[in-house]
């Protein structure tokens, strides 16, 4: 459920409309990687910056930028923001190259690492920096690295998810390192801080903002790359995405319209579930309505209701056909995410499919989802039913990452009303001077995706 690859030699090139030159995502995408490389390998400044949108390939870039620095006899160092992301990083390098020795820098707490670590010869794993000593690529958590400590710095580090690393962890680390490759997706979700920052905004020092906010303030003059290709979005959700979130680092989808295809063996029976599993099959996106209201955040009626859009996605036998699979894979409870904006929405989905005996399904908060890949994701919106629009729900990367998860259709089930209430609480946040105004804004992202979403509407009916 990780991320794509950078590049498929079996995808087609985009047609264009207009007649000219057809977009080739794999040649693009593959032209920009090496651009990315190229820099950090022979590059003169002490940082480059990479923008990613959702399923580009940032972990596939990661492992090439670190085998290829190791290649060239430069040792490195690899910070990514959590545990299973160093995991599933130490074992794509594994998978790639091997023999090429790698270090896994972990707490000292039991099961601080995933076992299959332990099955890989080439990979070391230990507590202490100094049983790693002399290793290609040592792979740590930015927490573990922010008390390790060294004799001289590595000449290189990558950065993994940086613009989910808050500015203050880049700074623990920052002497670990003389030049650095960060990598990340400015779509997604802001670094999260458990204690209020507003004393530090607007200060170069911020430390709440993120670790390349931060760094482009202070080195504005550091190069910058992007990835132009989502090889996990679809041609039906990649504009839309797009232009809702990434305004001004555009992407396209690596396939085309009828590229990927979702259908079901069981036809509809009629229903307000089964209608809008039939609009998400054949447009990429679905939107269940339910009634206007105001509703408890564990809103039971649209909890069953999402429990029934995941049963009926099962029971209808679906399959899904793309170019990974040309012959139809069937839709399993693995290849299915629920989505919500809240833990407690979670356990309550959770529950209500336990009710129905599904199991297997991944449902979690999008914060946990990030950086996760499905085939059909359903998601609970965040403003379903309240009666204020809070900051929170507003979020722009909140609702970016639930509706950037899948590889072939989105479900949203939501209250009607919520362009209604977007209107009526419109954006009150305190100006604060030197403060970067983010664009665009959670009112404004939500509106466009509600706008295409009333394309694809289906009531609900109980």
Not at 164 to 187: H, T, Y
Not at 229 to 237: D, I, Q
Not at 253 to 274: K, Q
Request: glycine share 8%.
């Amino acid at each position: 459920m990780t991320e794509a690859p950078s590049a498929s030699p079996e995808v087609p090139a985009a047609r264009r409309a207009d007649g000219a030159a057809p977009f080739d995502p794999g040649a693009a995408a593959a032209e920009a990687t090496d651009a990315i490389v190229h820099s950090t390998l022979h590059g003169t400044h002490r940082g480059v910056v990479v923008d990613s949108p959702p399923g580009a390939g940032k972990s596939t870039l990661v492992v090439r930028a670190a085998r290829e620095l190791a290649a060239a006899g430069r040792p490195l160092m690899i910070v990514a923001q959590t545990n299973a992301q160093v995991d599933d990083l130490v074992l794509r390098i594994a998978e790639k190259d091997p023999e090429l020795p790698v270090g896994r820098l972990h707490s000292s707490e039991p099961g601080a690492f995933d076992p299959a670590l332990a099955e890989l010869p080439a990979v070391r794993t230990s507590a202490k920096i100094a049983d790693l000593a002399g290793l290609d690529i040592v792979v740590s958590t930015a927490a573990k690295w922010a008390y390790t400590k060294v004799d001289e710095p590595w000449q290189h580090a990558i950065v993994d998810e940086a613009y989910q690393m808050r500015s203050d962890a880049l700074l623990a680390v920052g002497g670990l390192f003389e030049r650095a490759l960060f990598v990340g997706d400015p779509g997604q979700l802001d670094p999260f801080s458990v204690v209020g920052a507003d004393q530090w905004a607007g200060l170069a020092y911020d430390p709440s903002a993120s670790a390349v906010t931060t760094l482009l303030a202070h080195n504005p003059g550091l190069p910058q790359h992007r990835l132009p290709v989502s090889w996990r979005l679809p041609a039906s959700a990649a504009r839309l995405v797009s232009d809702a979130f990434y305004p001004y680092t555009p992407f396209r989808s690596g396939t085309d319209h009828g590229d990927r295809r979702l259908a079901f063996g069981v036809p509809s029976d009629g229903s307000g579930v089964d209608r809008v599993l039939d609009e998400a099959a054949e447009s990429g996106w679905g939107l269940l309505e339910l009634p206007a209201r105001h509703t408890p955040r564990t809103d039971p009626e649209a909890v069953h209701a999402i429990a029934q859009v995941v049963r009926r996605l099962l029971d209808r036998g679906g399959a899904a056909t793309s170019e990974r699979s040309p012959a139809p894979a069937p839709l399993t409870a693995d290849r299915i995410a629920v989505g919500t904006a809240h833990r407690d929405q979670a356990a309550a989905v959770r529950t209500a499919l336990a009710g129905l005996g599904v199991s297997g399904v991944a449902v979690d908060t999008a914060n946990r989802l990030q950086g996760r890949e499905f085939d059909v994701t359903v998601f609970l919106h965040p403003l379903s039913g309240r009666p204020d629009a809070t900051a929170f729900h507003l979020e722009t990367g909140r609702l970016c990452v639930l509706a950037s998860r899948h590889r072939h259709a989105c479900i949203v089930v939501c209250r009607a009303g919520v362009a209604d209430l977007l209107d009526e609480h419109p954006s009150a946040e305190p100006v604060q001077l030197g403060v970067t105004v983010k664009f665009p804004d959670g009112w404004e992202a939500n509106h466009a995706v509600l706008a295409h979403l009333n394309e694809h509407r289906v009531a609900w009916h109980t």
